[in-house]
């Protein structure tokens, strides 16, 4: 499919991968976790997925939800992921990575865009948690990422479309803005931050609840912490509302 507005849709399943090709996608974000923000999957996930479609596949590197502060050993688990992640027929990864100052970390970044190398490298959304978003995107910018991705720095792409604006601006084809948070741009809303901001690509889930098969349910115990998504339904990738975002940017 040829067009100007390349369209990632955020998944978390196999499923959601064939469903996102299916309603005309030109990439997905594979991640584990959407309740946290995104996570690693499993190796076997990437390795289904990549199986099952045919268009570009990133995946997350994030060895846990939270902040964006790691230490040594969780460092090393994300040299691990990258390599397994390339090994499994990724098209690229998607990393954040900062100091405690809300600085971007430079020497961790660097190693492990170095590492990840010849993937695609996309720094995602703790660059909204950075200290200053400008100086964050000269950095990446000067470490040679192919994208950030950002919500302009508030809850939503629309809250924050005056910063991506100013982004996309200051980015000057050097580096791809691409907006998004999983649910926040929806069909009715794409085209408006397309027309503010100038952006070339877009980020987004274009999910819907599907409900359990399970007929017998055991409604006084549950599993996880007391915050926790419904047991017995889940957000899956629903390829009619790919295809109405791919007919609300053309």
């Known amino acids: 499919m040829s067009r100007a507005i390349v369209l990632e849709i955020c998944i978390d399943s196999v499923e959601s991968a064939i469903a996102a090709q299916q309603g005309g996608a030109n990439r997905v974000e594979l991640c584990d976790n959407l309740l946290e923000g995104g996570t690693t999957p499993s190796a076997g996930t990437i390795?289904?997925?990549?199986?099952?479609?045919?268009?570009?596949?990133?995946?997350?590197i994030r060895p846990r939800g939270g902040d964006f502060c790691y230490t040594d050993l969780e460092f090393e688990v994300m040299k691990y992921d990258i390599e397994q992640a390339r090994r499994l027929g990724a098209n690229g990864v998607v990393i954040g990575l900062l100091n405690p100052d809300g600085l971007v970390d430079l020497a961790r970044t660097a190693a492990l865009v170095e590492l990840a190398r010849p993937l695609s490298v996309t720094f995602h959304r703790a660059?909204?948690?950075?200290?200053d978003p400008h100086a964050a995107l000269?950095?990446?910018?000067?470490?040679?990422l192919d994208r950030v991705?950002?919500?302009?720095?508030?809850?939503?792409?629309?809250?924050?479309?005056?910063?991506?604006t100013e982004l996309v601006r200051q980015?000057?084809?050097?580096?791809?803005?691409m907006p998004g948070l999983s649910g926040a741009i929806s069909e009715r809303n794409v085209q408006k931050i397309i027309a503010q901001s100038?952006?070339?690509?877009?980020?987004?889930?274009?999910?819907t609840p599907l409900e359990s098969q399970m007929t017998y349910r055991n409604l006084h115990s549950f599993m996880g912490g007391e915050l926790r998504p419904p047991e017995f339904s889940r957000m899956v990738t629903d390829p009619q509302r790919v295809r109405d975002f791919v007919r609300a940017i053309q």
């Not at 390795?47 to 997350?60: E, F, G, H, K, P």
């Not at 660059?127 to 200290?131: A, G």
């Not at 000269?138 to 040679?144: A, D, K, P, V």
């Open 127 to 131: 660059f909204d948690m950075s200290r």
């Open 138 to 144: 000269e950095t990446l910018i000067s470490l040679g």
């Open 198 to 207: 100038g952006v070339k690509e877009i980020h987004t889930t274009a999910s």
């Open 171 to 177: 980015a000057s084809d050097r580096i791809i803005i």
């Open 149 to 164: 991705l950002t919500t302009g720095q508030e809850s939503s792409a629309l809250e924050g479309l005056d910063l991506i």
């Open 47 to 60: 390795a289904l997925a990549r199986q099952n479609i045919s268009i570009d596949l990133n995946v997350i």
